[in-house]
């Protein structure tokens, strides 16, 4: 089974609109990254969870809502997006957070129109 | 300030050739891991490598090859008769000690294109 799997892979939204999308690693880590990649620009760092423990917000507008029910899974609540934040947002799971290498999921391709 | 530069923005080559990617990074630690990812057009970066800063031996893995040169803040990159399945973008990255958390700092990536 893949490792860490994220679905919608693809997802078209409004700005008006309520989404979530959803990682799940089968790989038996404990911390689970959120990260943007926009065109052009280096990926960004978003959210870092260990042992379902939110230890990092890189000044993420409020607009992104992660949530980590457990070691397993992670989800990133959207609403009332702006078009710029249309980018592939991808998950990654590490066994801890320090210096061990992470694995991401093919991501999710997000358009806010 | 931490920084990896990866001054190949695309790299072309035929298929065969070998292609080398060149990844320059910036720390104050004395303790860090660099590392090598592949993304594909799929979007999925692929873990290649992880080097940590106290082991400078070269490492090869069938046609990947890595050359870690610490004297010039080097972890370069090649790919050894190359294929048309090596083309993507490759991102190098180096972990930065920031707190408890696990940082990876990313280059810009250098796309490569091996045609046929």
């Known amino acids: 089974e893949t490792g860490v799997t994220q679905t919608p892979r693809h997802l078209v939204m409004g700005m008006t609109n309520k989404k979530s999308l959803k990682c799940e690693q089968h790989?038996?880590?404990?911390?689970m990254y959120w990260y943007k990649q926009s065109a052009k620009k280096p990926l960004e760092l978003m959210f870092v969870y260990n042992f379902k423990e939110q230890t990092e917000n890189n000044s993420v507008p409020s607009r992104f809502s992660p949530e980590c029910p457990n070691s397993s899974h992670l989800f990133l609540h959207l609403h009332t997006l702006q078009p710029e934040d249309s980018a592939l947002y991808l998950c990654?799971?590490?066994?801890?957070?320090?210096?061990?290498?992470?694995?991401f999921g093919p991501g999710t391709r997000l358009l806010v129109l | 300030a931490q920084k990896v530069t990866q001054a190949q923005t695309e790299i072309s080559v035929v298929e065969k050739e070998d292609v080398t990617l060149d990844c320059v990074y910036e720390?104050?630690?004395?303790?860090?891991?660099l590392f090598w990812y592949k993304q594909p057009p799929s979007g999925e970066l692929v873990f290649l490598i992880r080097r940590n800063s106290f082991d400078e031996q070269n490492e090869i893995s069938g046609r990947y090859s890595w050359n870690f040169q610490k004297s010039t803040s080097s972890f370069n990159f090649t790919i050894t008769a190359s294929q048309v399945v090596d083309s993507a973008v490759y991102f190098c990255?180096?972990?930065?000690?920031?707190?408890?958390?696990?940082?990876?700092?990313f280059g810009t990536g250098t796309l490569l294109a091996v045609q046929p």
């Open positions: 720390t104050r630690d004395t303790t860090y891991y």
């Open positions: 790989l038996g880590h404990n911390a």
């Open positions: 990255a180096l972990s930065e000690l920031g707190g408890a958390t696990n940082k990876l700092i």
């Open positions: 990654a799971s590490s066994q801890e957070t320090y210096q061990e290498t992470q694995y």
